[in-house]
């Protein structure tokens, strides 16, 4: 996801700062959500390969990844996974609806 360790010592308010038998050992110094989105697409490129070329089945994984991950939560981030998958923001939808769907006949 593209977090940061840093010294306990230099944690900003937002840092999570993890202990280790009661004493400050490292903090976390977690990516802005734009920037997370960017590492979990790399991340799905490195699996599975340029994500325009795959099929529409795996396209449609890769949106319910990505929503499990709370990529859509992001400010333009059916845009950036549209672009990505070499699709357009109505496909994102139409994959989202479906995948939302599926989990309401459950």
Do not use: C
């Amino acid at each position: 996801m593209g977090a940061e360790l840093i010294e306990p010592a230099q944690a900003r308010g937002d840092d999570v700062v993890l202990s280790w038998e009661g004493e400050p050992a490292v903090a976390v110094r977690l990516p802005h959500l734009a920037d997370s989105l960017d590492h979990l697409l790399a991340d799905l490129r490195r699996r599975h390969g340029p994500l325009p070329d795959l099929g529409r089945k795996e396209k449609q994984n890769v949106v319910r990844i990505l929503e499990e991950r709370g990529a859509f939560s992001v400010r333009h981030g059916v845009e950036t996974v549209a672009s990505a998958l070499g699709v357009s923001r109505f496909t994102v939808y139409n994959y989202l609806n479906r995948e939302n769907a599926g989990r309401a006949t459950e």
